[in-house]
């Protein structure tokens, strides 16, 4: 497989989507992270930035991530299954999560990650080729080419379900961290 080419994907025209976006949205983090998180698709914010996870639900993810002990800019590397925003923030297509996967695939190679966090289930869907719903499958460990691969609750869910009683998607979530913080510390 061929290294990750940013200007190649900056300038990829493989789906509808590359019609309609303002900015292609590849990473944020340090490409060299132990740990690779993957989110679904490009917000309104991140078209705007260029980097994912910079709305309300990446700012909600971030205060978790930083809660359970990382540091953002060194201790990630964070990407989306879809590189730009589908439109209306609309779940991706199959047909654009195909067109993207190769993009995906580089990405992985290149960062190679021990562990991978999956940020619900269009993410869980696009990696993992699982349909099961989330409820069933956050904070169960997956592998995935010889990698470790945590899904999670994606942080717009948790924005619809606030509630921080025990038991409840955002305490669920912070036990999901915990558990990549520590298979981190293990290795």
Partial sequence: MTS???????????????????????????PKAPLMLIGEAPGAQEDQTG???????GQALDRLLI????NIEKD????NAVKCR?????RPKKTELTACRPWLDKQIAEVNPAVIV????????????????M???????????????????HPA???RHASAKEGGPVELTRQDLSAVRTKLCER
């Fill in 51 to 57: 980097l994912p996870f910079k709305g309300r639900s």
């Fill in 135 to 153: 409820t069933e499958l956050r904070g169960k460990w997956q592998t995935w080419q010889g990698r470790s691969v945590m899904p999670i609750f």
């Fill in 118 to 133: 999956l940020t619900g289930a269009t993410a869980v869907q696009a990696l993992l080729e699982l349909k099961t719903a």
């Fill in 67 to 70: 809660e359970a002990g990382f």
């Fill in 157 to 159: 869910y948790l924005l």
């Fill in 4 to 30: 990750f080419d940013l200007d190649a994907c900056l300038r990829c025209s493989a789906c509808e989507l590359a019609t309609t976006r303002q900015k292609v949205v590849v990473y944020r983090g340090n």
């Fill in 76 to 79: 990630l590397y964070i990407c």
């Fill in 86 to 90: 589908p439109p209306n923030n609309r």
